[in-house]
């Protein structure tokens, strides 16, 4: 079955470097039809998208944190890792990885995230 | 970027009633619109995509229509496992989720 597990340090201080690896399983990276996301939430907030990558590593990142975010992946490992610099207390959130389903059929052009992982908390404070 | 307004914010409602939600895009999105159930702790779970589409295994209790603009969201009879906070989110440059629409029982 698919599944999706974020990793990474629970507690970073600002101005530090936040590393995330989602690691998945269930379907490959090179499926030309999926791509993986990161998406977060501050607490009691709102979802916000950050960043995703499909399998010809096209890559997108959200307007407003692109200076700060890089995403890659590695098919061998079936892992997708986000990177965060200049982290901030207002970074704290759970970020989770999600799968992207892109393709056309009949009915035109669909795109969801139709598996997630469970989120992982960091907290950004000194 | 393209916003997502969703309404209301919150939403207190009885079993059995007929629950709607709105979505409502800064501009034509076509039906590039998926919405998104989340429970206390947990990840988000896809409901609906491209706008009206219900995902496998979701109760046909939960629908979705609209394009444009404005979209909607009804659950025809509430349960009480629908308790939960409902997000739209586009996806037509590249994804913007609304606000969350939390649901609860009356």
């Known amino acids: 079955q698919v599944t999706l597990k974020e990793s990474g340090p629970v507690l970073v201080k600002p101005t530090e470097t936040l590393t995330l690896t989602c690691t998945v399983s269930?379907?490959?990276?090179?499926?030309?039809?999926?791509?993986v996301s990161w998406i977060r939430q501050p607490p009691g907030k709102a979802l916000e998208w950050l960043a995703h990558?499909?399998?010809?590593?096209?890559?997108s990142y959200s307007t407003s944190l692109k200076s700060r975010l890089t995403i890659s992946k590695d098919t061998s490992k079936s892992q997708v890792v986000l990177t965060m610099t200049n982290m901030d207390p207002v970074d704290t959130a759970t970020y989770y990885c999600?799968?992207?389903?892109?393709?056309?059929?009949?009915?035109?052009?669909?795109?969801?995230?139709?598996?997630w992982g469970q989120g992982t908390l960091v907290t950004v404070s000194s | 970027d393209i916003q997502m307004t969703q309404s209301p914010s919150s939403l207190s409602a009885s079993v059995g009633d007929r629950v709607t939600i709105t979505c409502q895009a800064s501009?034509?999105?076509?039906?590039?619109l998926n919405w998104y159930q989340q429970k206390p702790g947990k990840a988000p779970k896809l409901l609906i995509y491209?706008?009206?589409n219900l995902e496998t295994g979701v109760p046909s209790r939960f629908s979705g229509s609209g394009s444009g603009t404005d979209f909607t969201f009804t659950i025809s009879s509430l349960q009480p496992e629908d308790i939960a906070t409902y997000y739209c989110?586009?996806?037509?440059?590249?994804?913007?989720f609304g606000q969350g629409t939390k649901l609860e029982i009356k």
């Open positions: 999600a799968r992207i389903q892109s393709y056309y059929d009949s009915s035109g052009y669909k795109n969801y995230f139709d598996y």
């Open positions: 501009q034509d999105i076509s039906n590039y």
């Open positions: 491209d706008a009206s």
């Open positions: 989110q586009q996806y037509d440059n590249p994804y913007t």
């Open positions: 990558i499909f399998s010809n590593d096209e890559k």
């Open positions: 269930g379907f490959s990276l090179s499926n030309a039809r999926m791509g």
